[in-house]
């Protein structure tokens, strides 16, 4: 029986050798933890272990690798095998990562219920899937959970804990504990709702994203423009909640300011789109046109450590750069002129970004005048080590000029 109580009581099982599930082995054993990762065929095991070798190594060679201990000790914490039974034996935290299809998920949680003791976190990997249908019928049904992993999960820290109508609040509890400990984000999602909240988010987005596209309002390259160079610079650092907060004089005045305006854009938005047809094929060409849709010979010629879509970066920085954490901190930066030389040659890793939103956000004070909206304000980071000393100036707009309604 799986259980806390074992000698081997700091032991988690990964069930799926995919991304994933190689993702999950490598964040658990960053934390400290020994994994034992599980698929059904022993042949995707050994390939799934080899990759993860690759991967760790590069990790520690670009200083992006989680953890305390290096890449030799982590991976000795790795082991993998073909008997479930083995794979869970003696484990806190099970983390199902199989295919997302709901009956193949349902059949595994029913072995798992049958082997587990009362101590185990059944944890799901799926991305929308209800945890009232995955769990159903099960003895065990209080100790499940879906643990929602935002891809690729080794460099975005968010975990969605989503419960099962019976899920225990220890559980919810042990399993927010496991994700800071490994060094996640974990959110609580108090009762489960189609898509969760993250592809809630997502699929509105698209949704109004693509009808703008299609009724020949803008350009699908520069649709993709006003996130990457718009709100998801301003969000990748705070919520559009806390935004409303700051672009007023708190939230109550940010709803009487904008409320009818809102509610004005929201009535226009039309029908869910079909994402098929015409429309289709006009935005696949242009993502073709920055982005192949094929892109393994891409790869090919260069590592494979980062996710395929991270390589649009060797075609030259971004506007948006993290600096590296050899130079002693993590901040990111609107590149400029003036900042040129002071920035690193090759792009960030994803890792880093992550990184800088957990640790050098809470450092800078954000400057709040009740009654008034800040313009732009500029910080300074004087960053020190033996190797560099760094000033970054980061451009921080709290507000626009704009009369509208403000996201």
């Avoid at 101590?119 to 100790?143: D, E, I, T, Y």
């Avoid at 975005?156 to 504990?177: D, G, I």
């Avoid at 990748?236 to 809102?262: K, V």
């Amino acid at each position: 029986m799986a259980s806390s109580a074992s000698s081997t009581a700091d032991g988690v099982a990964v069930v799926g050798s995919g991304l994933i599930g190689r993702s999950w082995a490598m964040l658990f054993a960053s934390g400290g933890f020994r994994v034992k990762l599980y698929d059904i065929e022993q042949q995707q095991v050994t390939g799934a272990l080899d990759t993860i070798r690759k991967e760790m190594k590069l990790l520690e060679q670009s200083g992006a690798l989680k953890g305390s201990l290096g890449a030799e000790e982590q991976l000795a914490l790795i082991s993998g095998c073909s008997d479930l039974r083995e794979a869970v034996e003696g484990t806190v935290h099970i983390q199902e990562c199989v295919p997302e299809n709901l009956e193949l998920k349902q059949q595994l949680f029913a072995q798992l219920d049958q082997i587990v003791d009362g101590n185990v976190v059944l944890s799901s990997s799926s991305s929308c899937l209800l945890p009232s249908k995955l769990f159903a019928g099960l003895v065990h049904v209080r100790q499940c959970l879906v643990a929602h992993p935002v891809n690729p999960p080794y460099h975005v820290p968010l975990v969605e804990l989503v419960p099962h109508p019976e899920t225990a609040p220890a559980t919810m509890a042990r399993t927010y504990a496991l994700m800071r400990q490994i060094g996640q984000s974990p959110v609580r999602i108090l009762k489960e709702v189609d898509g969760f909240a993250l592809n809630r988010l997502q699929y509105a987005l698209i949704g109004e994203a693509w009808r703008l596209v299609e009724a020949g309002i803008v350009s699908p390259g520069d649709l993709d423009l006003v996130m990457s160079d718009g709100l998801g610079l301003r969000y990748a650092f705070i919520g559009p909640l806390e935004t409303m907060h700051l672009n007023a004089e708190g939230m109550l005045s940010y709803c009487d300011r904008y409320r009818e305006g809102m509610k004005r854009v929201l009535k226009t938005f039309g029908p869910i789109p079909e994402f098929s047809g015409a429309v289709a094929e006009k935005v696949h060409q242009a993502m073709c046109v920055k982005v192949p849709d094929d892109p393994g010979p891409w790869l090919a010629a260069s590592d494979t450590l980062l996710p395929w879509r991270a390589r649009r970066w060797k075609a030259g920085p971004p506007p948006l750069l993290t600096v590296p954490h050899t130079w002693g901190c993590h901040s990111r930066t609107w590149v400029g002129g003036l900042l040129s030389p002071c920035l690193p040659s090759s792009p960030p890793h994803p890792q880093a970004i992550g990184r800088a939103n957990r640790q050098v956000l809470p450092l800078i004070f954000k400057v709040i005048t009740w009654g008034y909206i800040l313009q732009p304000v500029i910080v300074i980071l004087n960053c020190f080590n033996l190797q560099q000393n760094v000033f970054i100036i980061r451009f921080w707009s709290l507000a626009e000029d704009s009369p509208g309604p403000r996201f």
